[in-house]
């Protein structure tokens, strides 16, 4: 009975729209100057989804353009497009190349891999984990080299943008490959999976520099549940304290939003910290 009233609520809505001039073969909407290509990745042996928009006036262009990578792109693509505008519409900042990276689908379908590419230790409860790695190295060697050699970039000005675990991977590319993006903007990392491996990350990374060259953005939402909020604490009072050699850092706690409604505001702060003036 379901499929059926499905089936004729669709048909009444083809005949309603076919009576205001709509055509009954729909086309599917695209987002202009985009391209939605499938990369095999050889080091990960995992598909992904690349999503690509160019700046307007791109093909024309003489000049080279800085590139956003977004993480979850099969959710962030079209929220990156839109606060991207915004920032354009009110400081007139250069418009970046985006490169937004899908793993199998949307956030919480079946199909999407997110706690697989986005962790970086192995944790028996979650099956698949640990393929943060995996992930990095099919961006650095690549995803990248793809981009910079098929597109006009700016290979000195790339910026990374992940949310949630999408943030625990950007903070794990921050203590692992510090100088691939020039930005690294993370999003309510969700730092205390796997009992807070990361943390082991840094101190290793530590252990052998005492640089660690790159623009960080570290956001908090002020209504977080303690999982949350303490270890992102932990995090920006350790940077504080092994006082690196050229870290850009900036961390704020946007009072009044939980993990989830802070997401939309996290991102137009950090692409505006990196895009509009630090």
């Known amino acids: ?14 005949c309603m729209l076919c009576g205001y001039g709509f055509a009954q073969q729909a086309r599917l909407v695209t987002i202009p100057n985009s391209n939605h290509l499938q990369m095999h990745s050889k080091l990960a042996g995992n598909q992904y989804d690349i999503y690509i928009h ?8 003489k000049r080279k353009f800085p590139v956003l990578y977004v993480v979850d792109g099969d959710n962030d693509f079209s929220p990156s497009l839109e606060y991207l505008g915004l920032l354009m519409a009110e400081y007139h900042i250069p418009e970046p190349i985006l490169v937004a990276i899908g793993d199998g689908g949307l956030i919480g379908t079946p199909g999407n891999k997110r706690n697989r590419d ?13 393929g943060a790695p995996a992930f990095l190295a099919f961006i650095e060697k690549e995803l990248i080299p793809t981009i910079d050699a098929g597109l006009k970039t700016d290979t000195a000005n790339r910026t990374l943008y992940g949310y ?43 252990g052998k520099h005492k640089s660690l060259p790159a623009n960080v953005f570290i956001e908090v939402g002020g209504l977080e549940a303690p999982g949350q909020v303490v270890p992102n604490k ?45």
Do not use: C
């Open 1 to 14: 009975m379901k499929v059926l009233k499905l089936i004729s609520t669709t048909l009444l809505l083809s």
């Open 54 to 61: 160019y700046p307007a006036g791109y093909d024309t262009a």
């Open 118 to 130: 986005f962790t970086p230790t192995k944790n028996p409860a979650i099956p698949e984990s640990g």
């Open 164 to 206: 949630s675990m999408g943030g625990l991977f950007a903070t794990y590319a921050l203590f692992t490959q510090p100088t691939l993006f020039k930005n690294i903007l993370i999003g309510s990392p969700a730092l205390g999976y796997d009992n807070g491996s990361i943390f082991g990350v840094e101190k290793s990374y530590f």
């Open 234 to 278: 932990q995090l920006v009072a350790l940077l504080d304290e092994r006082n690196y050699q050229k870290l850009v850092f900036k961390h704020i706690i946007i009072d009044d939003v939980t993990h989830l409604s802070g997401k939309p505001v996290t991102m137009l702060k950090a692409l505006q910290w990196v895009y509009a003036g630090k």
